[in-house]
């Protein structure tokens, strides 16, 4: 009983102490949204649930929102070239590396794609499709985690962290996902962004579907059977081939004519 009191009076503490280090935080990160710094702490918290020593806790809450905090976007209309794609890898490497290891060697190898064939768009597209393609997996992180569907959960997140419109649409719309949404019961969420039909979309689909789960590149067709194979017949993703395999295609086709015609 007394052990149950003083774990419910730790528990307690701890909590006074979240409450306090929230106001500090969000004081202190005034270009950040309250919400968001809430956010960052409910989900560190959520992480460290299970730690066995629950003073540290507040310490290495702090030290979680700290360094997403550092990274966030502090204006972003001056989130555009290289600081844009500097920040979506960054980004990228602390969501994924150390705990998604496979997706962070995909999502390498999609961005080295994306910088070998940024040279197909107009200045102003290059780094767009860079960062995209840095961001384009980041949903699949535990900490961004909401519906379940990484298109949505990445864009949303890119959203509140004040990255363009532009970007948070490719990253939502990425690789046919309206099709998964759609059989996800999510298509309204994903609604939310804008899916803008063109090159610069094309040149994403064609990144992500020439990229094996391992980074190296791939051929469509090799792509399409590893994806049937490693998640099923019954995975929304396979399921959803049925209805955006030809616009998967369409897409590759189309960036393979413009490569043909840039080395002519
Ligand atoms: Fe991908």
Redesign the pocket.
């Given at each position: 009983m007394l052990t149950t009191m003083s774990a419910a009076v730790r528990r307690r503490h701890v909590d006074e102490q979240i409450r306090r280090l929230e106001s500090r935080l969000v004081r202190e990160h005034d270009k950040v949204p309250p919400s968001l710094v809430h956010e960052w702490i409910e989900r560190a918290r959520a992480r460290l649930g299970g730690a066995p020593v629950q003073d540290f806790v507040p310490l290495l809450v702090e030290r979680a929102v700290r360094t997403s905090a550092r990274e966030f976007p502090v204006d972003s209309s001056g989130l555009s070239g290289t600081y844009l794609s500097n920040w979506a890898r960054n980004t990228a490497r602390r969501l994924l590396a150390k705990e998604l290891p496979r997706r962070w060697a995909?999502?390498e190898g999609?961005a080295r794609r994306a910088e070998q064939v940024a040279h197909l768009l107009p200045p102003g597209e290059q780094d767009l499709l860079v960062a995209a393609a840095w961001l384009?997996?980041i949903g699949y992180a535990a900490e961004l985690v909401d519906t379940g569907w990484h298109s949505l959960d990445g864009a949303r997140y890119l959203r509140r962290a004040g990255v363009s419109p532009r970007v948070c649409g490719l990253v939502a719309h990425h690789?046919g996902a309206a099709a998964v949404a759609h059989l996800l019961g999510l298509a309204d969420g994903l609604a939310e962004f804008d899916d803008d039909r063109g090159r610069l979309r094309d040149a994403l689909w064609y990144c992500?579907m020439t990229?094996g789960p391992d980074g190296h590149p791939t051929t469509l067709d090799n792509r399409l059977a590893e994806i049937r194979r490693r998640r099923g017949p019954e995975d929304p993703v396979v399921r959803a081939l049925d209805i955006n395999v030809d616009e998967r295609r369409a897409a590759v086709r189309r960036v393979h004519r413009l490569l043909r015609r840039a080395a002519a």
């Open positions: 995909h999502t999609v384009h997996d690789s992500d990229t």
